[in-house]
């Protein structure tokens, strides 16, 4: 605000304003704050805010909005990508549930039909409490002819106490273990709740890992690497050309690059385990190759290698396992030069870290004990 501007706001005349007869015209100012109770810390406070009164936030709202909606659509698209992967787990455990309903639905029918027996049970019970009331009204001498036949009543009254008795205890168990079914139901879908959200989880770490991985070696050929989900781990496959010379075990300079580019995502993902598997094809190695014996050696060798490799480039050691499969696990069968060559490979193989996950599946399995 300009000091030519002061004067308006104390009271100056605005532009084609005239004053009232009588009155000094009257500038913004003098509007908001009457001249009796002007003080000069009022005064800088309106010189200050008056800046303010002509800010526009229309632009700023438009660009939140904006935002937002990108937000949505991104939460909902990665929402559908979600439920999408869960699908089948979701299946299974809904199936086991219905299972569980169908129990108890069995165990309340088998209740009820206790309650019936037990209610039969009762009623004849009083009939023969009747009968034997009757009996006692009868003369002594029906009484004495009678005692045959009342001593079978008495019989078969107590066995009838003893029916009821076992019943009645039939049902209080009954019902005890279906008070105990309907607390286990209610726990299992509470788990069931927590391993969908989970297993959920878990999908989206190795989506995402996949993602990161495959962005980083970008740059390399399909034919010597390749990237993808496999029993849900990420598999990174690198080819023997990419990585060494034949029958060497050290990396070349172009497998290194590709390892370093590896090794900046694992450290940004530290809840990745890394297992480096070296493998070969069925041809035996040249006799005489220095501290080989055969291609377990050879295969062995080589994913301790990238292992060392990996870790040097910043990767926690405890969290990599080198392993040397040799011959035994081919992709190919051993019958051409093009599948020999794609069983001379490198598998890195990352898995997410599943605590989470092991610690609700501990928790199912302490319950059901």
């Not at 009796?36 to 200050?48: E, K, M, Q, V, Y």
């Not at 309907?182 to 391993?195: G, I, K, M, P, S």
């Not at 050929?221 to 993808?228: G, P, R």
């Not at 493998?279 to 295969?299: C, E, F, K, M, Q």
């Amino acid at each position: 605000m300009s000091v030519s501007g002061i004067p308006w706001l104390l009271g100056a005349t605005l532009p084609g304003q005239r004053g009232r007869a009588g009155r000094p015209p009257m500038g913004l100012f003098s509007v908001l704050f009457p001249v009796r109770i002007l003080s000069p810390a009022l005064l800088g406070l309106a010189l200050l805010a008056a800046p303010s009164l002509t800010g526009c936030v229309t632009a700023r709202k438009y660009d939140d909005l904006s935002a937002r909606q990108k937000a949505d659509a991104d939460g909902k698209a990665a929402a559908e990508r979600q439920l999408q992967a869960t699908t089948g787990q979701l299946q299974k455990a809904s199936d086991e549930l219905a299972q569980l309903r169908l129990t108890q639905k069995r165990l309340v029918t088998d209740s009820t039909e206790t309650g019936n027996a037990y209610r039969k049970t009762r009623s004849l019970y009083n009939d023969l409490n009747t009968s034997y009331d009757k009996l006692l009204k009868n003369s002594d001498r029906e009484l004495a002819n009678k005692s045959s036949d009342y001593n079978k009543v008495a019989k078969d009254l107590a066995r009838r106490e003893a029916e009821l008795g076992e019943l009645e205890t039939t049902l209080q168990k009954s019902k005890a273990a279906n008070d105990r079914l309907a607390a286990d139901l209610q726990t299992r879908e509470v788990r069931l709740t927590e391993l969908t959200k989970a297993l959920a989880d878990k999908d989206k770490a190795v989506d995402d890992l996949k993602a990161r991985v495959s962005k980083a070696l970008l740059s390399f050929n399909s034919s010597d690497l390749q990237v993808k989900l496999k029993d849900g781990k990420v598999y990174v496959s690198l080819s023997e050309q990419l990585l060494f010379k034949s029958g060497s075990t050290k990396v070349d300079p172009k497998g290194q690059e590709a390892l370093k580019k590896l090794a900046t995502v694992l450290q940004e993902q530290k809840d990745v385990n890394v297992v480096v598997e070296g493998h070969t094809d069925n041809v035996p190695i040249l006799r005489g190759t220095a501290g080989l014996t055969d291609n377990w050696d050879l295969s062995a060798l080589r994913a301790t290698e990238i292992a060392r490799l990996l870790t040097t480039a910043g990767v926690s050691p405890e969290r990599v396992t080198a392993s040397g499969r040799g011959q035994y696990v081919p992709v190919a069968p051993n019958d051409s030069p093009q599948n020999k060559a794609m069983n001379r490979r490198t598998e890195i193989i990352l898995t997410p870290k599943l605590n989470e996950l092991f610690k609700i599946l501990d928790g199912n399995s302490a319950a059901g004990k």
